[in-house]
């Protein structure tokens, strides 16, 4: 069992800036892709962004890259959202969650194994 827990969320201004932190526990952290995924209010569940356990692939939605960066820090069992230019329609409640298959960083959010409870993230025009 793995428990995660996303923390950074809040309220910022559009153009600015927020950082997202997602902890893992339970096993051992290095050998899950982790990944984020948003669901604003009345919408479905939207794939943000993912990375491998080793750090060498990412992915990114259409809708985010170039604005937000996805990282990890092992040795912290913790992964990151760096997310700038925030847009309002960026407004949402963003999860973050472990996938088993370790070595991909996929936008199959379904198959993700291990979710958090999310964070609000609300950005005012």
């Known amino acids: 069992q793995v428990q995660v827990v996303e923390s950074g969320g809040g309220l910022v201004q559009a153009g600015g800036s927020l950082r997202l932190s997602c902890a893992a526990s339970?096993?051992?952290?290095?050998?899950?892709?982790m990944g984020w995924v948003r669901q604003a209010p009345g919408k479905e569940r939207e794939f943000v962004a993912a990375?491998?356990?080793?750090?060498?692939?990412?992915n990114y939605a259409d809708s985010v890259k170039g604005r937000f960066t996805i990282s990890r820090d092992n040795a912290k069992n913790t992964v990151y959202l760096q997310m700038n230019t925030l847009k309002p329609e960026d407004t949402a409640v963003y999860y973050c969650a472990a996938d088993l298959r370790a070595d991909i960083a996929t936008s199959n959010f379904n198959e993700y194994d291990y979710w958090g409870q999310g964070t609000q993230v609300t950005v005012s025009s």
């Open positions: 339970g096993r051992t952290f290095r050998r899950y892709a």
């Open positions: 990375m491998s356990w080793s750090g060498g692939s990412t």
